[in-house]
RNA sequence: GCGGGGUUAGCUCAGUGGUAGAGCGUCUGCUUUACACGCAGAGGGUCGGGGGUUCGAUCCCCUCACCCCGCACCA
């Protein structure tokens, strides 16, 4: 809200409200009845802080550098031993088996045969399992406890293991696990069963071991697989379609290198497990009959199908958060009803959210969205990425590095703030910068004087006056709207490719480089008074609050409040900036004869400005330039806007086709050649070096065009235009070159 | 291991098959009557290394190195 956000509020929405709760209600009673929900026992990850059970994509997995260790088990009869490495020594206690590679000729005869197992005493097989055990790896030798790792759980059920839980849903160890062990955290078990196969010899070796951990992705707990009965959705079905949407573009991902994560997920989609031993959220709408029968409806106390009794058990456990906010598009327009909110705003448009929620939201609101109501929720998907610090790095509360987005509103101002997060999303991480936002505080207070100014010289009735006479435009004025012009377009065209950064970076170049620096420049001898008719002075204010105008429209979804407020100073049509049309391009602003003179003006200056710093005269001195300017219709043009020149560039006047005196400065710009002359006729040693090194420079580019142009292949076989762009080049530098060199001869003269 | 992304100016990042860009920072001038949160000017890059395709590669292809991020994992 204070980024300003315009929400209607009444439509605020909470996925624990009644009529979400009987969308929920009546997917999962839907998808139960089709059996793509179903209840079992199966393995699952375990959080045993949070004492539920969690998704795979709730797990993460990091890379650590443990231990891996070789305990020895021995045999039951030859009195030999086998060799088994393992990260988790505690869950031997739980083993049932151990495994070899079938075709191992180091094992395979032992198949079969028995070990005993340390410190339980117990008799467990050797079995062979070709698609658990890697021979190359470790001993080729692997302990199996079916109930506590996702692959021993697998190989057990191909052979015929029994499953020993040793360890509780709260990370300590069962009876099971025997007396000594009983009760100890996982942890404490593992360096008691460490300590206790050191002391009977049979812990072999000890090594480092780089290996991934899973953890907790809520609290950071390390998580423990367990075979547990709980409530999956079979997700395959649904995955199907979802990725076809995007496959045949009804559902696009921005920025594109996201929708080859998004199908390498979905084609390889596990199902998922929806129940969760809390007590917040929605509870499953599963009942269970005294008599063995569970009964799956959409009522709150239904009748037991079997034997009609009605005092049946709901089911303790509670959905997953992410299966509500699934059906987020068309639960909270009322769905399952046909309700006109659900017919005016489903499907919508857009979503823009985190990359870090493709799969857990992104992906399943598509899956529901196309299975419950037949079309994917939205066409657009725009993934924003992290905000990081200036350097890249995440922020961290422990590393100090996190800028609060409200401390910076407070200390800047909204506008800034999300001008800087706008002008920073190119589809990549954003790193968000205090250095970056106090540059964009300074844009808004720019805007802000650019205002002002233009505010001094507007008068209010200029709003409703007949609009511009777009013949009776001067040059610049004609510039200056096809400038703007070109940054409507290019604005209107950035936001559609979801291109943030182009999009502000092109409103603020044309406002603050274009608008500020050249135009209003070069509007204020007209404005002031200084030059031209009252006629053209009217003129010019009406083309400063045309382009204002347009500007502000242009800028209010970057910097709203302050464009909002200037908006309502300069007096708009509409109520508010907000409700006024958004700029687009008009293809008859495009001017390319003002942006070629216009171009060529704003480059004398330039090459005035330079010349004057490099020769050593103050911001006061002035000079003479003279134009040779080779038709006529440009002549007319220099002589009309030679003003422009003399203001900005500081100059006592302006001559057009006359004969320059000898020792002026000549240079050649846009074609045209000027000589400026400067009242000293010998130059310093540092200027004579730097004209040298000018030359230098275009005799090494001079160089380089001339080998290209004298390539036959080059000829033939590059576009004419880039040829002919090499040719003018060439004739420009040719006739650059030759003016600055008459600059040294006259400085040696 | 599989997949995706990255390596461009001191820092953070855009970018294009045909003479390298921005913001911030740096340096030098400037009380020019909207703005010193400013104006004007300047310096700064073998576009990660190597090879290939091409008349021409920072851009396309291959390869190597390093760095991120997913996914799957060898007990």
Known sequence: VRLGVSCDWTRERFTLDEGLSRAVRHVFVTLYDE???????????????????????????????????????????????????????????????????????????????????????????????????????????????????KNDYEAGQRNGLPQIQVIGEDGRMTAAAGERFAGLDRFEARELVLEELNASGLLREVKEHLHAVAYCGKCDTIVEPMISRQWFVKIEPLAGPAIEVVRNGSVTISPQSWESTYFNWMENIHDWCISRQLWWGHRIPAFYCDCGEVVVSEEDAPVCAKCGKDNLRQDSDVLDTWFSSALWPFSTMGWPE?????????????????????????????????????????????????????????????????????????????????FTFAILTSGRDIPLAKSRMQGYAAFANKIWNASRFSMMHIETELRSSKPIERDELRMVERWIFSRVNAATNEVNRALSNFRFDEAA??????????????????????????????????????????????????LHPFMPFITEELWQKLGGVEPSIMVAPYPIGEEVLDDPEAERLMGIVQEMITTVRNVRVERGFTHSDRFRLVIQADRERDAA??????????????????????????????????????????????????????????????????????????????????????????????TEILSRLATLRQNLVVSSA
Not at 83 to 101: F, K, Q, S, W, Y
Not at 521 to 528: D, F, G, T
Request: net charge negative; proline share 5%.
């Open 35 to 149: 059996g793509l929900i179903y209840r079992a026992l199966a393995m699952i990850n375990w959080c045993p802080r949070c004492r539920t059970a969690i998704s795979e994509i709730e797990v993460d997995h990091r890379e650590r550098t443990g231990k891996i260790y070789l305990i020895e088990y021995p045999m039951a009869i030859e009195g030999t031993s086998l060799t088994v490495a393992t990260t988790r020594p505690e869950t031997m206690l739980g083993d049932t088996a151990v495994a070899v590679h079938p075709e191992d000729p180091r094992y395979k005869d032992l198949i079969g045969r028995d070990v005993t197992l340390p410190l339980t005493g117990r008799t467990i097989p050797i079995v062979g399992d070709a698609i658990l055990v890697d021979p190359e790896f470790g001993t080729g030798v692997v302990k199996i406890t079916p109930a506590h790792d």
């Open 338 to 418: 046909q309700t006109r909110d659900y017919k005016t705003f489903y499907p919508t448009d857009t979503l823009v959210t985190g990359f870090d929620i493709l799969f857990f939201w992104v992906a399943r609101m598509i899956m529901m969205g196309i299975r419950f109501t037949g079309k994917p929720p939205f066409s657009k998907v725009f993934l924003n990425g992290l905000v990081r610090d200036e350097f890249g790095q995440k922020m961290s509360k422990s590393k100090g590095n996190v800028i609060d987005p409200l401390e910076a509103v407070d200390e800047l101002g909204a506008d800034p703030v999300r």
């Open 505 to 554: 970076n092109a409103i603020y170049r044309f406002f603050w480089h274009e608008f500020c620096d050249w135009y209003i420049e070069m509007a204020k001898p007209v404005l002031l008074g200084k030059y031209g008719t009252e006629d053209d002075q009217r003129r010019a204010r009406a083309v400063l609050l045309d382009v204002l105008d347009r500007s502000l429209r242009l």
């Open 637 to 730: 043009f220099y002589a009309s806007n030679s003003y422009l020149l003399v203001e900005l560039a500081r100059l006592s006047e302006v001559v057009i086709n006359e004969k320059a005196s000898a020792d002026a400065h000549r240079d050649v710009v846009g074609g045209v050649p000027i000589a400026i002359e400067f009242p000293e006729k010998v130059l310093t040693e540092e200027q004579i070096a730097r004209i040298s090194r000018d030359i230098e420079g275009l005799e090494k580019e001079l160089a380089g065009i001339e080998g290209r142009l004298s390539n036959e292949q080059f000829i033939e076989r590059a576009p004419s235009s880039v040829v002919e762009g090499a040719k003018s080049r060439k």
